[in-house]
């Protein structure tokens, strides 16, 4: 079988896709939940990252070349796995939407103010057509080379912003909030929970894969918690929990206090072009996962030419589900988090806990 | 002549109306274009028609009360 893509390509991915939103709602949420001592969270995160990376390192192994779709067929029956691919083909919808909403306020927020969201989404659904036009080969790969360019870029900030960080924002840590950085750690592990597009792509990686291979995936995660930590740090770290709980994107006004030896400032536009990189690579890829979901649902062939209507829907759908950065975050946090939680976690944990009873290897035939 | 200001200035006042006929071109375009690929199979001309309903009914129930409240709105109220 054609090995299309790499575990090392979906690694990255899912690394690239997560940036924005660390960038974006993290910080603030946890700010919210957990006061100043919320940037734990991240660390607590890390047990349930460890459990749905093993989930799915688990279902690749037992289940080789077989992706989402095909395990729930074996393990459930076509009927009952149509109908989950169905209520997951919605909660993409509502995310791809919450996406696009998150891009046009990053954008009005920053760069931006006065120009409206249809000329963002306009520029937006063109960009997105051009790149799967060229196959999902080029996203993942676009992933693969801008992804250390980032990361090390975060580096470089990072060690600009050292001197900047305020140890009084950030301890001392009351073990009375350490109840509550628990329960604030969900805002992490619904961003982490992204690494399940392994499994909607697993028919793509061929039919053996190695433990290196399967090495990658575990260091992805520990990447994420990591990533995750310092982001959050660095943002109590400089402005403040007060300050980081009531602003829209406080790593955004975090960024603007640092200089690199007082020579290049003005980090944050970059923050904001790796935000609008991240969700246009997420937006990409959910595009490519409802596509395969319509594909698996009606037993469709490549059908790029959903995009259009898929467009069309979206871009009414973001007038649908919010109008402000207020109901935005609203939205955000009682109902995508709550979803992501159940579609990213309590599915596939469903779905190995089903296959360890029953059991059952399967090898597609090739 | 296409006029540009007049099209520039519906796009500036009402973007999510002038987009409606910009979505029905390109449903249309695509719909000849790749015409043989979604007569290959009855399903793929469904599903592209189905999906282009839904799209156009979302957007003429916007145009008709852009000022519907939104699900977060509605949510909102409703879960406190």
């Known amino acids: ?214 090495k990658k995936l575990w260091l992805g995660a520990l990447t994420f918690v990591l990533f995750t930590f310092v982001i959050v740090i660095f943002t109590f770290g400089i402005s403040g929990s007060s300050l980081t709980a009531n602003t829209p994107f406080p790593f955004y006004i975090t960024v603007k206090s640092i200089s690199f030896f007082n020579i290049f400032e003005r980090f944050e536009v970059l923050v904001t072009l790796i935000c609008l990189l991240s969700d246009f690579a997420a937006i990409c890829i959910l595009v490519v996962l409802i596509i395969r979901c319509l594909i698996w649902l009606f037993d469709l062939q490549d059908c790029l030419y959903l995009c259009v209507p898929l467009a069309m829907i979206i871009f009414y759908l973001t007038y649908y589900i919010s109008s402000t950065q207020f109901e935005f975050n609203y939205l955000y946090k009682n109902i995508i988090e709550n979803l992501n939680l159940l579609f990213e976690f309590c599915i596939p944990l469903l779905l190995a806990f089903i296959s360890l009873i029953r059991k059952k290897k399967i090898s597609k035939p090739y | 002549m296409i006029k540009f200001d007049l099209v520039i200035s519906q796009m500036s006042k009402g973007g999510e109306v002038f987009m409606i006929y910009v979505f029905g071109i390109t449903v249309i375009y695509t719909l000849i274009k790749q015409w043989k690929q979604l007569l290959e199979r009855k399903r793929n001309l469904l599903v592209y028609l189905m999906l282009s309903v839904i799209g156009f009914a979302l957007g003429i129930v916007y145009m008709i009360n852009p000022h519907m409240p939104s699900l977060s709105y509605f949510l909102e109220k409703h879960m406190k």
């Open chain 1, 1 to 214: 079988m054609n090995k299309e893509i790499s575990l090392r390509q979906i690694t990255f991915m899912f690394l690239f896709i997560s940036i924005s939103s660390v960038l974006r709602q993290v910080p603030q949420n946890l700010a919210n939940d957990a006061g100043r001592s919320g940037y734990l969270s991240p660390l607590w995160s890390c047990l349930a990252m460890a459990l749905i990376t093993a989930v799915v390192i688990m279902l690749l192994t037992a289940y080789p070349g077989l992706n989402l779709y095909e395990i729930m067929v074996h393990l459930l029956g076509r009927i009952l796995a149509k109908f989950i691919i169905l209520i997951y083909m919605v909660w993409l919808l509502l995310n791809i939407t919450a996406k696009v909403t998150a891009y046009n306020l990053t954008l009005q927020l920053t760069l931006m103010p006065r120009t409206k969201s249809e000329l963002f989404m306009i520029v937006l659904a063109l960009m997105v057509f051009f790149a799967l036009m060229r196959g999902i080969k080029t996203i993942f790969r676009f992933s693969e080379l801008t992804l250390s360019s980032i990361l090390i870029l975060f580096a470089i900030m990072f060690i600009c912003a050292l001197g900047r960080i305020r140890y009084d924002y950030l301890i001392p840590v009351s073990v009375t909030h350490m109840g509550k950085t628990i329960y604030a750690a969900r805002h992490v592990i619904t961003i982490g929970g992204n690494i399940v597009i392994a499994l909607f792509f697993a028919d793509k990686l061929g039919v053996a894969i190695s433990k290196g291979q399967l």
